[in-house]
């Protein structure tokens, strides 16, 4: 079964500050990765996705992640963050023979501090 | 384009009672729609599958009589909560999927709907 872990619930940081959020999944067969914003009231929506191909996937609002395969990690990192950031992320995997299966990590929660 | 609703946003019953949430693709059409459910602080889990015209697939664990789902059109799926208790209160998210990308089932969320059973 897969199993997907964010280890930061809370992540505080001044605007125009980098920023990573760590995802990491467990998994015996070939996965696809996504993260998700949040935002409050709203529905989740993809930020990016890893399918194949370049381990380096660039996404909407300058966000970018990076699948490695050794650590099993799909890191979601950002160089310049902004008050507008400030959400709920959430990494997700689901294997590439049933894509319907979205299993999600707990979240985490980006704050943006002027 | 790919906006998925949900209405109610916020809903307050009282224990004993059913409640229907419904959820909506606005600008595309849906064969298959998804329901999650998310307590505070947890992952999204989903509950079942909703299918246009037949019935739904239900997770591990989640009653199918508790949880009705009727996917009637290819735009509307439908959850009830029947005889809902103050365990079911929680965060109810759908999401409905389209095909646009080939290599893979991609979903669009709706905003959710809390419901709190008191």
């Known amino acids: 079964a897969q199993s997907v872990t964010q280890l930061d619930s809370q992540v505080p940081v001044f605007e125009e500050a980098p920023v990573e959020l760590r995802c990491n999944y467990s998994?015996?067969?070939?996965?696809?990765l996504f993260w998700y914003v949040q935002y409050p009231n709203q529905g989740l929506q993809l930020l990016l996705k890893?399918?194949?191909?370049?381990?380096l996937v660039k996404g909407i609002n300058g966000f970018e992640a990076e699948f490695n395969k050794s650590q099993t990690s799909f890191h979601l990192r950002k160089p310049s963050v902004h008050i507008s950031d400030t959400a709920e992320y959430f990494c997700?995997?689901?294997?590439?023979?049933?894509?319907?299966?979205?299993?999600f990590g707990t979240g985490t929660r980006l704050q943006v501090f002027p | 384009g790919a906006v998925v609703s949900q209405h109610p946003s916020w809903v307050i019953c009282k224990s004993g009672t059913s409640v229907k949430i419904e959820c909506r693709s606005l600008?595309?059409?849906?064969?298959?729609m998804f329901w999650y459910r998310q307590f505070p602080k947890q992952s999204l889990m989903l509950m079942a599958t909703?299918?246009?015209?037949?019935?739904?697939?239900?997770e591990q664990g989640v009653e199918k009589d508790k949880f009705l789902i009727n996917h009637a059109s290819l735009t509307l799926s439908t959850l009830t909560v029947t005889s809902a208790h103050p365990e079911d209160s929680s965060f109810y998210i759908c999401?409905?999927?389209?095909?646009?990308?080939?290599?893979?089932?991609?979903?669009?969320f709706g905003p959710g709907t809390r419901l709190t059973v008191l």
């Open positions: 999401s409905a999927r389209t095909r646009r990308d080939p290599s893979y089932n991609e979903q669009f």
């Open positions: 600008d595309f059409q849906a064969t298959t």
């Open positions: 909703s299918n246009e015209g037949s019935k739904a697939t239900y």
């Open positions: 890893y399918l194949s191909g370049s381990t």
């Open positions: 998994s015996s067969v070939s996965v696809y």
């Open positions: 997700a995997v689901t294997v590439s023979y049933n894509t319907d299966k979205l299993i």
